[in-house]
């Protein structure tokens, strides 16, 4: 008697159990509409720079000289001796321009003028690359970006003499593919001057935007370990 309840409260549970979900063609499926603004965690990096030649030109204009406007162009070729650190050659034209704030000190009008102006600049240095990164742009393209620093021992041609003079700088450059990007960055060029007798230490920021191209065009095979 026993054994039958048993059988007839073990037939009645089976019945009221759920039935088991039917197997999806969708299941482990990342949707795609939902999902497609989302950065993947894991993805390389579209350009391999170890090995390989960067040539960039750039618009450099001053940002801390409200009197005089210095503006002009310039390269940099770099070789990158690894990912993350490069060596460079740098090479800057500059004119210069007065402002109208000029006007507004009459009495300092005669020393800018009469002051001897910085025509280019051009030096040896080495780049450093601590930051990599990426975006989503518009949800549809993810850019890669990486930040540098660098430095450099530079001449500055002031008035036809060549002095030394120091270069810091920092940077970001935004990647299209395998050789090409975008960068932008600020670099601050020290040198000694001297007008009637005065020695001075001058500290000019230079706001630089630019765009680089890598050599070979196509990244390098990594090199199997």
Do not use: C
Request: proline residues 3%; without cysteine.
């Amino acid at each position: 008697m026993r054994s039958i309840f048993s059988t007839a409260f073990l037939v009645g549970t089976l019945v009221h159990l759920p039935a088991p979900a039917v197997a999806s063609e969708d299941v482990g499926r990342v949707h795609e509409g939902r999902n497609r603004d989302r950065l993947r965690s894991v993805q390389s990096r579209p350009v391999l720079k170890a090995g390989r030649f960067s040539l960039s030109g750039t618009y450099a204009r001053s940002v801390n000289d409200a009197l005089v406007l210095k503006q002009g162009g310039g390269l940099t070729a770099r070789y990158h001796l690894a990912e993350g650190f490069a060596f460079l050659m740098n090479g800057t034209f500059v004119t210069s321009q007065q402002t109208d704030y000029v006007h507004l000190v009459r009495y300092e009008r005669r020393l800018v003028l009469e002051e001897p102006e910085m025509k280019s600049h051009m030096g040896l240095g080495f780049s450093y690359t601590p930051i990599y990164g990426k975006f989503s742009l518009f949800s549809d393209w993810i850019l890669h970006n990486d930040v540098y620093i660098e430095g450099a021992f530079q001449l500055v041609d002031i008035a036809g003499g060549w002095q030394p003079s120091g270069l810091a700088g920092l940077g970001a450059r935004i990647y299209l593919g395998q050789a090409v990007s975008f960068e932008a960055g600020l670099r601050s060029l020290m040198y000694a001057t001297e007008y009637r007798g005065v020695r001075d230490i001058k500290n000019l920021m230079f706001l630089n935007t630019g765009v680089s191209l890598f050599l070979p065009l196509k990244n390098l095979a990594r090199r199997r370990r």
